[in-house]
Nanobody, 124 residues
Framework: VQLQASGGGLVQAGGSLRLSCAAS????????MGWFRQAPGKEREWVAAISWSGTGTYYADSVRGRFTISRDNAKNMVYLQMNSLKPEDTAVYYC??????????????????WGQGTQVTVSS
C-alpha cells in the first residue's frame, strides 16, 4: 500500500480543513487506517483511526467532537475533516495503514505503511 496525504494548509483558529489520503494497492479494503500528527519538538501523536469497513471510528480526546475520519473504499481514499481548529492542532499530519488485524490503533508502530505528511498550520 502506498499512501499520499494532501489537503493541509494555513487556516485561522476556528476554521476547517479536510485532509485526504489516497491509497494504492489491493489491500486497502482490508486495512485499518489511521491519522497521526507531529508538531515541532514533540512526539508523534495518534489522532484518529477507522476500521476497514468504516463502521468503527476512534478519536483522541484532544480532537473528539471536532475531527471526523471517514473512508471511501471504492476510491481508496481516507479523509480527516477538521473543524474548530485550534493553534495546538498545528502539526504535520500523516496517514497510515495497517493491513489485517491491529491490536492497538493508537500505536504508530502497529502500522505497516505511512504517507509523506501534509502540514497544517492554525494561526491564532
Amino acid at each position: 500500500v502506498q499512501l499520499q496525504a494532501s489537503g493541509g494548509g494555513l487556516v485561522q483558529a476556528g476554521g476547517s480543513l479536510r485532509l485526504s489520503c489516497a491509497a494504492s494497492g489491493r489491500t486497502f479494503g482490508n486495512s485499518v487506517m489511521g491519522w497521526f500528527r507531529q508538531a515541532p519538538g514533540k512526539e508523534r501523536e495518534w489522532v484518529a483511526a477507522i476500521s476497514w469497513s468504516g463502521t468503527g471510528t476512534y478519536y483522541a480526546d484532544s480532537v473528539r467532537g471536532r475531527f471526523t475520519i471517514s473512508r471511501d473504499n471504492a476510491k481508496n481514499m481516507v479523509y480527516l475533516q477538521m473543524n474548530s481548529l485550534k493553534p495546538e492542532d498545528t502539526a504535520v499530519y500523516y496517514c497510515a495503514a495497517r493491513v489485517g488485524v491491529i491490536s492497538d490503533y493508537r500505536i504508530g508502530t502497529q502500522y505497516d505503511y505511512w504517507g509523506q505528511g501534509t502540514q497544517v498550520t492554525v494561526s491564532s
